[in-house]
Structures are given as structure tokens and as C-alpha cells.
């Protein structure tokens, strides 16, 4: 099952997983981060950045992957999330540019950009640790309904709820692009701890699905079911539609210290 965590706020959130990511490099430099886009995984960065400031360590050997990229946004576009892992994760964090990996949404490439990506990964040794955000319609990455289970990197089509749902970041809900390339989900599963977060009454349906509701492709957040080791971290109104929330905080309440997440 995965383990629930009901934290007071995204600031606390952020600081609990922050520390985990910590722990890991201080355990293994090299570590490899997945790393997700979107708004939900911002306090982690914000918490680890602070943490690094305070009490500086070596992070120059850690590796990261995006989980997804648009396709055929021109190189440099401030919405591009390579663009967008540079300025929240990588340049806060003192990472090492050149250890960064985001799937090549370049539009003369898409034929092998995703077993070029599947490739690099590999030879990586796998995920470490995956960051995850959920989307409203229960996306992982731009794995969106009917995504296979054993999808690898490959190019989608993006969702209508979810190209709505980031035309903020646009000029205007035309201009976000229609595809995208993604982790499939059975890029994600192959990391060895994921760590889903979500904040906020609007993801409350999506999270009960993926951790309540039947394993399905029609939901596939719903593919953490399968997983041996996740951690979900949650705000209040994230949580609210969980049936099993009184048992999930007693676990995690009894919880062994030295366990951590
Ligand atoms: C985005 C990303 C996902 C992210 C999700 C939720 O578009 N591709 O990786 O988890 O949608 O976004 P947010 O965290 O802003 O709610």
C-alpha cells in the first residue's frame, strides 16, 4: 500500500521530502532525482534550495530526468520544461547542467527522442527517487486516461483538460502545444520510490482514484497501486475524499522514526 501523508501545508510537504532527498545524496552522491514540472513539486525545490543554503553539501554529482517535455516549442521558450527545470530546479540548487536530462521535444527528432531518452536512463541506473505531481484528469507526467501501464517515452497527445489547465502559463490556450513526450507509465514504475504530492480540493478526486479506486489505464495515477515502495503526500483538501484517512493517519502516526518515508 502506499503510504499516506497528511502534512499541514505544501511548505511542510515540501520540507518533508526535501529532507528525504537529502538523505539520499548524502547516502549516494550520484543520485539520480526524477524530477517533475508543474506547480505542485515547487515547495520541494524551494525547501531543498533553502536547506542547501544553510548547510551546503556537495550536490555537483546529482543526476536528474524530467519526466516530460513539450513538443515543438523552440529552443529557449520560457515555457519549455527544460526552460523550466533550469530556472526552478537546476540553477537553485547548484545542480550540474550537464547532468540534466529532459526529453527532446525538437520536432526532427520525435521518431527516437523517446528511445533515445528510455537509453540515457537506463545507463543512469534508473531513478533514485521520482518526484510526482498528479494532473486533474489523473495524469502522471502527460500519461493521460487509457495510457498503458507499460508505456515507455514516446510522444501523446495532450488532453483538452489538460492543455486547458495550463493555459496559464500562455499567451493564449492556443498556444499550448497539442503534444507532448513523456515518461510512459512504465518509465515511472521502474524508479525505486515514488513520491506523489498534491495539494489542494481540485486534486482530491484524482487522488482518491489513484490510491483508493481500482487499478485502471481509465486512471493512471492509479498505477502507484502497483508499486512496492510510495509515499503520497497530501494536503488536507488533497485528502479529503480518501474513505481510508483515519487508518492512513494512524499509520503514519505509529510510524517507526528511523523508517522515514
Ligand atoms: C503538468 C505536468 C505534470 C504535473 C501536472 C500537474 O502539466 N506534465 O507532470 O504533475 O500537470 O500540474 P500542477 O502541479 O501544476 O497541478
Known amino acids: 500500500m502506499a503510504e499516506i501523508v497528511v502534512v499541514e501545508n505544501k511548505r511542510a510537504g515540501g520540507e518533508l521530502v526535501a529532507s528525504t532527498i537529502r538523505r539520499l545524496i548524502e547516502a549516494k552522491a550520484d543520485t539520480v532525482l526524477g524530477l517533475a514540472t508543474g506547480s505542485t513539486p515547487l515547495p520541494v ?35 519549455s520544461y527544460r526552460t523550466v527545470i533550469t530556472r526552478d530546479v537546476v540553477r537553485p540548487l547548484g545542480l550540474t547542467p550537464a547532468n540534466i536530462y529532459v526529453p527532446n521535444g525538437d520536432t526532427t527528432s520525435l521518431e527516437h527522442a523517446g528511445s533515445d531518452y528510455e537509453r540515457a536512463l537506463e545507463a543512469a541506473g534508473g531513478v533514485d527517487l521520482q518526484i510526482l505531481g498528479i494532473g486533474r484528469t489523473g495524469h502522471l507526467g502527460f500519461n493521460e486516461p487509457g495510457s498503458s501501464f507499460a508505456s515507455l517515452t514516446r510522444v ?19 498556444d499550448v502545444p497539442m503534444h507532448c513526450i513523456t515518461q510512459g507509465l512504465g518509465t515511472i514504475r521502474r524508479a525505486r520510490h515514488l513520491v506523489l504530492l498534491a495539494f489542494g480540493a481540485e486534486k482530491a478526486a484524482a487522488i482518491h482514484a489513484a490510491v483508493e479506486g481500482p487499478v485502471t489505464a481509465s486512471q493512471p495515477g492509479s498505477a502507484i497501486q502497483l ?35
Open 45 to 79: 525545490y524551494a525547501a531543498l534550495a533553502q536547506s542547501l543554503r544553510k548547510d551546503p553539501m556537495d550536490v555537483s554529482r546529482v543526476r536528474g530526468f524530467a519526466l516530460d517535455e513539450y513538443v515543438g516549442l523552440p529552443a529557449g521558450h520560457s515555457e
Open 227 to 261: 508499486h512496492e515502495h510510495v509515499t503520497v503526500v497530501l494536503d488536507e483538501p488533497a485528502a479529503a475524499e480518501l474513505s481510508n484517512l483515519d487508518y492512513y493517519r494512524y499509520i503514519w502516526a505509529n510510524k517507526p522514526v528511523w523508517q522515514g518515508i
Open 156 to 174: 501523446k497527445t495532450l488532453a483538452p483538460k489538460s492543455r486547458a489547465d495550463n493555459a496559464r502559463f500562455f499567451a493564449s490556450p492556443d
